[in-house]
Each structure stands twice: as C-alpha cells, then as structure tokens.
C-alpha cells in the first residue's frame, strides 16, 4: 500500500512537470499497427505515436508512456502495467512495452507524453486501449460445433455443365488429309445437345474415310479453359470431360448451419467480449443483431498448423435477463473450394468454437461457451462457397433466430468435436479483417437477350452485389458474375475457368426483399441477372466493395490522365486482391497467395496501404509453408508446391520490404530461422540458386534464361540476408552472407557476362537483373546499361518484361540516368505497355500485357485474368520517382525527396502516410518557374533534390533561400530539411 501510494505522488510530479504546453503532440497511438487492438496474443506489444506542431523543424526529445490496468487508474496517472520513466529517444514507432507480464484478458490503457527538442512537454495524449486475448490453450472452455446431418435437397442444385470449345477435329489416316473427315461440326452439335462422350467409329464419323487403314481422331479442345490435344484410336470412347472434371461438375454444397444458444444475464455487466474461432467461417449474433462488421472470419491459414480467433467487445448488445446467441458456419477455405482443387480442403466437416466472457460489476466473471447444449438447424443458406457462390432461399429464414424465446423445438442437437484431427494452434489474429468498403451504382443495364439483363458496374473490384427486388415467392433470381462482355453483350465467364461464380436467390415474397450473401465473394464488373419478372431499374443491384480493410495511405495524380487511370488500376488490383491473403487474382478458380507476385508488388502496394499488419499475417502463413527442404511455398498458403526462384524467395524480400518501411526489425527476428533455412536450401546446388522455375512469368517477345533468373534472385536475397542479419546484431551471419555475396556475384558474371558486358539472355529482364541487383563490375555495369538501351530501342521503345523484370524496369533505368526513357515507356499507349490496357478501358491491372486486344477480343488463353496486380508495380515508381517520396532511411525516420520533373509531365502531386505521419509532394511547371510544396512529417527529416537547376532565386513562401543553405548532391540541389510545410519556387528552372 505504502508503496502504492509513494508510486503515484512520484508518478502526480513528473506529470506535472510534463504537462505545460508543448510545440509537439502525441497522435494516433496505435499498438501492434491497430488503434485500440483487442484481443492480442504479442507478449510485449509494440507502441508507436505520430506527433503534430504547427511550427517547422520539430523533433521529440523524450518520451514517457503510462500503462494502467484501466481507464480510471490511467487518468489518476496510476500506472499500475508500466511505467517507461523519462526516456531520451527520438524514437515514436516500434516501442518495446516493457512493463508487467501480461495475462489473458488483461485489460491495458496507455497513453504517452512528449519533450520537444527545446524541453518543451507535451500534454498527456487521448488514452488508447489494447486488451490481450485468450493467451493459454487452457483458457479455451468452449468446443468446437457443428451440424453434420446432410440434408434432403429441397432446391434442385445448379447443374453445371462443362465449357468444351471444339478446335479441331479429324478423322482418318494419320498425316494423309485427303485421307479424312472434318467432324468439328459434328462435335460442336453434340456438346451444345449435352453429350459429352461418344465412340468413334466408321458409322459416327458418317463414312470410312480411309478404307483399310489403321484410322485415327486427332482431337483438339478446351475443357473448362485448359487445352487437350488427343491422338485417339478408331473404337475408342471417347469421354470429353475428365473424371477430374466430372468430379469438379458434381460438386454438391450442403448448407450452412445455424447454431443458437440461450442464457441468462443476472446483474450489472462490467463488460463482454467474444471469443470466436472456426474450421470454416463463423458468423456470430447476439440478440437478433450480427456481432462485428467482419467477413470470413477467422481468416485462412493452414489450418492444420493455426487457426485464427476474432475477439469482440459485446457489452452493449446483452441485456439483462434473457439472451442468445447464435452462429451460422459457412464452408468457407476450410470446406469449400479453393483453386482448382476442389472442395474438402482442409476437412469435410465445419465447425465454430465460441467462448463469451461476462464480466460483472461485482467481479463474477460467466463464460458462455459453445457446447453439446446448444442447438443446430439448417436455414436459407442452401449453398455458400467462395468460388461457386451463394443459394439463398428467403422462404427458409428463421426470423428471430438468434433471439431469445425463439422456438427451437425443432432444433437438432449439435455435433461436437474437431474437424481436424491434430489439433493446430489457436491464436489471437494479427492481420486485417476483410470489410465491406464502398459501394457503386450501376452505371449501365441492357437486355442483350430477351429476360437476360446485364448491370454493369463500371468497375472491375471483389465484392457482391446487393440484390434489391420484388417478386412472388418461389420466384428465382439467378446471377451471374464476369469481368468482360462477350460480343453478344452476354456476360464473358470463360475465364473463371470451374468458379461457378453464381448467386441464387428465391424470393419469400410479400414486398421489397433486400439481399447480400454472407460467405462468397466475386471478382467482377458485371452481373448477369435471370429471373426478374419486370423491367428492372438500375438500382436493382448495388456492388458492394470488399477487402482486407488496411488503411488506404496514398493518393497520386498528375498532368497525364492516362497514368491517373493506370494508378486507379493499380490501386483497384490491389484492393480486389489483398483479401486476407495477396492473391493473384479474385475471380476464378486460383485466388492464391502467389508468392512471386507478392513480392514484385509488395513496395507498390506498401505505399497505397499500410500493409504492416496485412504482412505480419502472412508473412506466418508464407513460413508455414516451409517444408524439411525448407522451400518456401509458390503460395501460401501453399497448394501447389514449393521453391521456384522469384517466389519462394518472397520469404525473404516480404519482410526485408516491411522492415524497411515500418522500421519492424522484429518480423526480421521472428522470421530469421526460416530465412536461414532458406537461404542454405538454396545453395544446395552450390552457387546456382534454386534452379528451374516460373521465369519472367508472362513477359513478351523475348525470354530471359532460367540460369540468369535463378543466380540473379539468389545473389539479390543473400544481400538482403546480410543487411537484415547485420539489423538485429548477428554480425557474424552478416559477415557470412556478405561473402556469399562476394562469390555468387563472380560467378554471375563468368558465368553469364561477355566481354562486352552482354548478360546472358541479352533480355530487358536480364540486364535489369544484373544492374538493380548490383552483378556487375563498374566497366560491366556502363556496357550492361547501353545493352539495355539498346533492348528497349529494338523493340521500339517498349517493354518486353514479364512479372519478375517488371519491378525493377523503371527503377534500372532511373539509376542509368535514363529517365527519358522511363518516361517514354511509362506513358506508351501502344502494345505492350500499362498504357495499351488504359486505352482498351482497363478499370484493373490484367494478367497479360495483350489480355484483350481490339483485333483478338479478349484473349483464349485459359489463364487470362484482368485483376492481377503483378504489372503493376510501376507504382512504386511513381510515388519515389515521379512524387519524389521516398525512404531516406529505415521508417522514414529521413526521407529522401528527388522528384525526376518534364518529360511531357507538367505536374504531379500527391501524398503518402507513412508510419511517421503525411509525406506530401506537389509540383509543377509554369512557363520557367519550378513550384514545389511539400511536407515533412514532425520528428523526420528530409533530403529534399531540387530537380531543376537555375541561374534565378529560390524563394520559398516567397523570400529568397540563400544559395549557402543548399549542398550539392548527386549533381542536384539539395537541401536538408526539418519537418513542417513548405512551399518553394524556382525562378528560371532549367531542367
Ligand atoms: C497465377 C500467377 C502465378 C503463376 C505462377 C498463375 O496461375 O495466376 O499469378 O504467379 O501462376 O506461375
């Protein structure tokens, strides 16, 4: 008690001391990358604050945080969790709590107080909150739920058939035409009738065509996008659809439980939180009301090692007296489809675990766990898959259900027990939620066949639509989602390859009914909707956006509306694919965390977002995929196997990436063994790297040498072994990869370098390899970078990289000093560039540079997507180069400001809200004065390159800037900066 009592008169004197007013103030506290986290499971979280002044130059002296065990003791000043004392640091982000071990369910309300760098205090800032979760295996009381009966069907399902498109094919003898017999037609006749399988015979081709000889079908056709080429033998049966495909087309979804319990509230609630996890999704009521405005939760791991739960504060939804609770599962990654896989990944049976804590005034604490009492029935949800969509029958809704007094008689008793047999990890969630974010009108309606409408959106993103109609019941509305238009106006699903990508609701009837699903989402512009009995007004369908809900961090705009449009794209790419994982793309049967376009794309994607926690996610699913090889998964979470260099190496470049702009060394720390595996996995075959691969994926008109890719990636992520090592003090590793470095680059270069700096290959990706990955020698480099030059003017001045080159093209070139042509290539219209893609009316980034061409329509090739966001990570390029925003050192605690103004672009302006707080850029071009504003973050610092020279003043807010202020660098002016606001002119600007 004494004690106590001494803490907080200490505690009552270095708070006054520090609370005159001060030029520098605490905002946006935020704990583990969230405002106000709930439920986490990091044992010492990390803090971090921005500051605010309104005066320039402005820099924290000192710090000093309070951490108490609730709101009233926090603003008493007594910091019963942690009191961090007077700290001289500089330091505002990635702060170590350093207090009291933390337990589950321990409550911390923190707040801090700043010294500017003239002893000036601050106030005390708004007090934040974070709260732990359930930190032991043994806090778990609730069981895993479900409902296993598979229930009559009461709807017919939706019959699937294949998509088998006849190429060719001939019959007769072999390599003798006049020997043969055309019998596409033939072909295509029977599979538009439904028959998918016939013998081929003397009486089926109609004739002998080749009497006497040994007669043979050369078949050629695409089953559900993929190219079959067949040689097959006269008598034989023919089956056009594979069993895997068959199999695929029989798919049967069963519907989603609902699982409802009730309980009674006896006293004053202090607080309650939910605890819920899942195998499969897990959506949760309380009241009649759903909890929480997250979708897909827990979220997609490898189940079998960890499986996420979602922490919710439910105090104001429970009432005194009578209560329940009810949950409905849904398939989700666990049961469901995932890519071309088929369902019944994971296991064949879903289930929820729900624990709900009642904290009483009076210190009882209640739990109401998911159990054996609660009870299971099936409701309106008939069918719900990611892939296949929703079947929702409005006639089966339960009004009421998860109310209490609901009559559940009928109800079953539930089934318990794991869906898995080893039980994984349950562990508090890191990541994102994925949230509902916008909303867009239908911009267009048309009818291209009679009842067949088509909405279109506008926009090609990942969502839903919300179904607004009104109708009899029993009536069905079918719909159907795309990114393209065929030529008929109908809506183009080639591309979805097996995702069935169709929702289906039967309406109730008796007035307006209003519908979203719960458990599906597509990748789309348009929807085609059957099944409406009147003309339907535009507002009959309202696209819902969806996305793991990171903070959008960025805006971009600049005097080319072309590139406005390509940064739109971009951005849209990213918002459709960081959906609780990076996909490749949101729409048909893949949606996968590739691993190589994660990582081209993770530096573009960093500055439109803040990615950090999106990242500590996945960067767990990306190390639960190494396996006793220690590869890296080409996805993860992994599906189709491991290694590959440019992918796999993801498990490298991520957390380097999210190091360097969050300044988070503890996910080097975290991930350091892995990567070391890794790493020795990739020197199996001594200085080669991992070998074979994916190659510059996609890239056209010329194909950089596996050998090249492989050492290339293996010297780039060695180099960053060594820097991220040297960060977290094991300086001998650093020393070792280092001098792995010193060998593997040698080896390049005798290996892959002619005497007149030729790489081999002689491909744009090649020499960008070589040149951004530091391969060469100083004599090398200058040969390397006139061959690439040349490479770009042989193809007249366009690009010819695939995913791998695209990322470092602009960059290679802005080091060369040859942002002419980074320019030049960036603001093409002609194929291929980003700008041909713009000009066909790209609303995203498409999977290939020629996804759609005006002559060809929209590509046949079975992997053809028009939402990948790989080509574009020019993006980053535009905010370092073009805006001039730029890291100077780790966190942007400096940031480096050299914008590359003229080449056709008179302005460009935008912002970035980097951990420190809003980086802004705003310049322009007017007859011969340079205006430049920006701003600069409190407690950074800027290196600001003015990109023009003059023989005229440099004024800012109009007095002139003594010419002694600024150094030369880099063959620029350069001016080192505090932080605050500036506005800069520079008369006669000489570019
Ligand atoms: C995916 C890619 C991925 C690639 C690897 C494709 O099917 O869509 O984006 O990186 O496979 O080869």
């Known amino acids: 008690m004494k004690k106590s009592i001494k803490h907080i008169i200490i505690t009552i004197l270095l708070f006054t001391a520090l609370t005159c007013f001060g030029a520098i103030n605490p905002i946006q506290l935020r704990c583990e990358y969230h405002v106000n986290p709930l439920g986490i499971d990091v044992l010492q979280p990390r803090l971090s604050w921005q500051l605010e002044s309104d005066e320039r130059n402005q820099k924290q002296q000192a710090y000093r945080i309070l951490v108490a065990s609730s709101l009233e003791k926090l603003e008493t000043n007594e910091a019963d969790l942690w009191d961090s004392g007077e700290v001289r640091s500089d330091k505002n982000i990635q702060i170590v709590y350093e207090g009291r071990p933390l337990t589950s369910r321990q409550q911390c309300w923190w707040k801090v107080a700043v010294m500017d760098q003239d002893g000036k205090a601050s106030d005390w800032s708004e007090p934040a909150l974070w709260s732990m979760g359930l930190l032991e295996s ?118 989603a439980p609902h699982v409802r319990k009730e309980f009674e509230v006896k006293g004053t609630v202090a607080q309650a939180v939910m605890y819920v996890t899942a195998q499969g999704f897990a959506e949760m009521h309380l009241n009649g009301q759903r909890i929480g405005d997250e979708f897909f939760t827990p979220g997609w791991t490898d189940y079998n090692k960890r499986i996420y739960y979602r922490t919710y504060d439910v105090t104001d939804l429970l009432q005194s007296g009578d209560n329940a609770i009810g949950g409905i599962i849904g398939d989700g990654w666990f049961r469901g489809n995932v890519s071309n896989l088929g369902q019944n990944q994971y296991g064949d049976k879903i289930r929820l675990r729900s624990q709900l804590h009642i904290d009483y005034a009076d210190k009882r604490t209640e739990i109401v766990a998911s159990d054996s009492s609660w009870k299971a029935a099936f409701g309106p949800i008939l069918e719900s898959d990611m892939q296949a969509g929703e079947v929702y029958d409005a006639r089966l809704e339960m009004p009421n259900w998860s109310r209490p007094g609901f009559n559940d008689h009928q109800w079953a008793a539930v089934d318990t027990g794991s869906a898995l047999s080893t039980p994984p990890l349950i562990q508090a969630y890191p990541g994102v939620p994925v949230r509902r974010t916008e909303e867009l009108q239908v911009v267009q309606l048309t009818e291209p066949m009679l009842g067949v409408h088509v909405f279109d959106m506008g926009q090609n993103f990942s969502g839903w639509a919300r179904l607004r109609v009104n109708g009899q019941s029993g009536d069905k509305i079918v719909m159907k989602f795309g990114e393209m238009l065929n030529p008929d106006g109908s809506v183009h699903t080639k591309n979805l390859r097996s995702a069935r990508a169709t929702d289906t609701y039967i309406l109730k009837g008796g007035g307006e009914e209003v519908w979203e699903p719960d458990f599906t989402f597509h990748g789309f512009r348009y929807v085609e909707v059957t099944g409406l009995r009147n003309d339907p007004p535009k507002d009959t369908l309202t696209g819902i956006v969806i996305h793991s809900d990171a903070p959008m961090t960025s805006s971009f705009e600049c005097s080319n509306p072309m590139l406005n449009q390509l940064h739109s794209n971009i951005l849209w790419g990213q918002r459709s694919n960081y959906l609780e994982v990076p996909t490749d793309c949101p729409q048909r049967d893949e949606r996968l965390g590739w691993t190589g376009d994660t990582q081209v794309f993770i530096r573009s994607g960093s500055y439109h977002q803040d990615v950090a926690s999106f990242f500590t996610k996945w960067l767990v699913d990306l190390e639960d995929t190494l396996n006793e090889r220690n590869l890296y998964g080409k996805q993860a979470p992994v599906m189709h196997g491991r290694g590959s260099p440019g992918w796999s190496d993801a498990g490298i470049i991520c957390p380097w990436t999210i190091y360097k702009v969050y300044g988070d060394t503890r996910v080097i720390e975290k991930h350091y063994d892995g990567m070391t595996r890794y790493l020795e996995a990739c020197g199996r075959k001594g200085l080669n790297g991992l070998g074979n691969g994916f190659g510059d994926w996609l890239s056209v008109g010329s194909k950089t040498p596996l050998d090249v890719i492989s050492v290339a990636y293996y010297a780039y992520v060695t180099q960053l072994m060594a820097e991220m090592a040297d960060v977290i003090g094991k300086e001998e590793d650093a020393k070792k990869y280092q001098e792995l470095f010193e060998r593997i680059r040698p080896h390049f270069q005798a290996s892959f370098v002619d005497s007149d700096g030729r790489v081999k290959g002689n491909t744009q990706t090649a020499y960008c390899m070589a040149l951004y990955y530091n391969l060469l020698t100083e004599t090398q480099r200058k040969q390397a970078a006139e061959h690439l030059v040349e490479r770009i003017k042989a193809k007249d001045y366009h690009l010819s990289v695939g995913f791998l080159g695209v990322p470092i093209l602009l960059p290679t070139l802005t080091e060369i000093g040859r942002n002419d042509l980074a320019y030049r290539l960036l603001q093409n219209k002609t194929y291929p560039s980003w700008g041909y893609s713009v000009e066909q009316g790209a609303t995203t980034i498409w999977e290939r540079w020629n996804s759609y061409t005006l002559e060809g329509g929209i590509s046949k090739s079975s992997m053809n997507s028009f939402n990948h966001y790989a080509y574009g990570a020019c993006s980053e390029w535009m905010f370092d180069t073009m805006l001039g925003i730029d890291l100077g050192s780790i966190g942007y605690k400096s940031i480096k400001m050299k914008p590359e103004v003229g080449h056709d672009i008179t302005w460009a302006k935008g912002h970035y809200d980097s951990i420190q707080g809003r980086i802004s850029s705003d310049w322009k071009i007017e007859g011969e004065t340079f205006h430049w504003e920006i701003s600069v973050p409190v407690n950074t610092t800027a290196e600001v390159y003015f990109p023009v020279g003059s023989t005229g003043d440099i004024t800012e807010d109009g007095r002139v800037v003594p010419r002694s202020k600024f150094k030369q660098k880099d063959g620029r002016l350069m001016l080192h900066l505090g932080s605050g606001t500036y506005a800069f002119a520079v008369q006669n600007a000489q570019n």
């Open 138 to 255: 043994t806090d778990w009381k609730a069981q895993w739920i479900g409902f296993d009966k598979i229930p009559e069907l009461t709807e017919e399902p939706v019959r699937e058939e294949p998509e088998i498109v006849i190429i060719k094919a001939r019959y007769g003898a072999p390599d003798n035409s006049s020997q043969q017999v055309d019998l596409a037609e033939k072909l295509k006749n029977l599979v538009a009738s439904g028959t998918y399988r016939f013998k081929i015979t003397n009486e089926f081709a109609g004739r002998d065509p080749a009497a006497g000889a040994k007669k043979v079908l050369e078949l050629e056709y695409t089953l559900q996008g993929r190219n079959r080429k067949l040689s097959l033998n006269e008598n034989t049966d023919v089956q056009l659809v594979t069993p895997k495909v068959k199999k695929l087309l029989n798919r049967r979804y069963l519907p």
